[in-house]
């Protein structure tokens, strides 16, 4: 950072998109961890005020977050007793079939991106996904798993995880 980006306050007047970017996919995948650990509202709320802060100046960057509280949305809050009796996470399902197109594989690839390592999620639609495979192929080659449990024809379900480090 260089001194002209120092404002009076001795915080940044100006961030470069591209560290913005990661700073936001970190938020992103922080927010999806804690939903899926039995602390979705938490999550949510975190993302509300996140998108809150930012949703008039980088309208983008709040549409990420929007779409990760839709995510977080969809997780089951934990009862005191699922709480006490909780086993490890068994892949979610994403059904996309009632999203807009437009949206279906902005989502797809934010569920992706807030995986683990080994981890996947089971992909519900309503036609054959695979031009998002080769999306996943040319921005994640070798990145990821792809396994069809479903093919049509109404309904196809692929699990699409995260290969192991």
């Given amino acids: 950072m ?3 980006q120092v404002g009076e306050s001795g915080r940044p007047s100006a961030v470069d998109g591209e560290d913005f970017d990661a700073v936001l996919k970190v938020l992103v ?3 999806r961890k804690l939903g899926e ?3 979705p509202e938490d999550a949510n709320r975190l993302a509300a005020q996140g ?3 930012i949703r008039r100046r980088l309208p983008a960057a709040a549409e990420r977050l929007n779409g ?3 995510y977080l949305s969809r997780l089951p809050v934990p009862t005191e007793e699922t709480k006490e009796n909780q086993m490890p996470a ?3 399902d994403l059904d996309v079939r009632n999203e807009v197109p437009a949206r279906r594989h902005e989502l797809i690839l934010e569920t992706y991106l807030g995986l683990g390592a080994g981890e996947g999620f089971i992909l519900i639609n309503d036609h054959d996904p695979k031009p998002l495979y080769y999306q996943f192929e040319a921005e994640h080659n070798g990145e990821f798993t792809w396994e069809y449990l ?4 109404e309904t196809w379900r692929v699990r699409i995880g995260k ?3």
Avoid at 150 to 153: L, R, W
Wanted: hydrophobic share 40%; no cysteine.
């Fill in 90 to 92: 068994a892949d979610i």
């Fill in 37 to 39: 650990t039995g602390h």
């Fill in 150 to 153: 479903e093919e049509g024809p």
């Fill in 2 to 4: 260089t001194v002209s």
């Fill in 68 to 70: 990760t509280m839709h």
């Fill in 29 to 31: 995948r922080a927010l």
């Fill in 51 to 53: 998108w809150s802060a």
């Fill in 163 to 165: 290969a192991s480090a």
